[in-house]
């Protein structure tokens, strides 16, 4: 079995702040991904990554950026955070479109 | 691109009667997985079913679902609710194609059984 971890599990942050959410997997999974999940829509998919050093964009990728740099770790950095922003963040890995593993998320609010 | 349509956003049960949420999709590729996925309260998001062969029943944990690719639908059915059961559900589907390897989820449907 492996397990999937996201720090900070809570993240208050403040308008205009550059944020930064972490993802560590010991799956040894090529593909990772970050969804946010907002209340009545579901997940939406921000960036994914198919190998180590590599990115592709989601549906909602604009305002955010992401990095690869290692297989077992994915970031992705709010770059502006928005006002009253609230919703979960969610990091998941899989072998090449099959079942996804998904971490615990991560919390955020701007005040 | 792909899509996935989850018609209903809640549903709203009386403990004991069937369970049925409904998963329609639109892809260009015929190698189309789907996945229903459940996610509780406090947890994180795990997956339930998963198939990939048409008109084949799959089961796990009381549900069940069967794809059917001449209506590409993958309706999520249980016979008799829980009230452990209540959960938030997606729908989700990969393609698969190399190189391709988003999985599209739905708006997900929100399952809430009561006594």
């Known amino acids: 079995g492996g397990i999937i971890t996201q720090t900070p599990k809570f993240l208050i942050g403040q308008e205009g702040q550059k944020l930064t959410l972490k993802c560590q997997q010991n799956?040894?999974?090529?593909?990772m991904y970050w969804y946010r999940q907002d209340s009545g829509k579901g997940l939406r998919l921000i960036y994914y990554s198919i190998t180590e050093n590599d990115l592709q964009k989601g549906d909602l990728s604009e305002g955010y950026d992401a990095s690869r740099e290692k297989k077992s770790s994915f970031s992705l950095t709010v770059t502006s955070a928005q006002k009253n922003e609230m919703a979960v963040f969610l990091c998941?890995?899989?072998?090449?479109?099959?079942?996804?593993?998904f971490g615990p998320g991560t919390r955020l609010t701007v005040l | 691109g792909d899509s996935v349509t989850q018609k209903e956003g809640l549903v709203t049960l009386t403990e004991g009667l069937p369970v049925m949420l409904n998963c329609t999709y639109q892809?260009?590729?015929?190698?189309?997985?789907l996945f229903w996925y459940v996610h509780y309260l406090n947890e994180s998001p795990r997956l339930l079913l998963k198939s990939s062969t048409d008109n084949k029943r799959t089961e796990h944990q009381g549900f069940h679902a069967t794809l059917h690719k001449s209506s590409s639908s993958f309706h999520l059915q249980k016979s008799s609710a829980q009230l452990s059961d209540s959960a938030l559900y997606y729908c989700?589907?990969?393609?698969?194609?190399?190189?391709?390897?988003?999985?599209?989820f739905g708006a997900g449907t929100k399952l809430t059984i009561k006594p």
């Open positions: 799956f040894n999974h090529d593909t």
């Open positions: 989700a589907l990969s393609d698969k194609y190399y190189g391709n390897e988003k999985i599209t």
């Open positions: 998941a890995s899989s072998i090449r479109g099959e079942e996804q593993y």
């Open positions: 892809t260009i590729y015929s190698n189309a997985f």
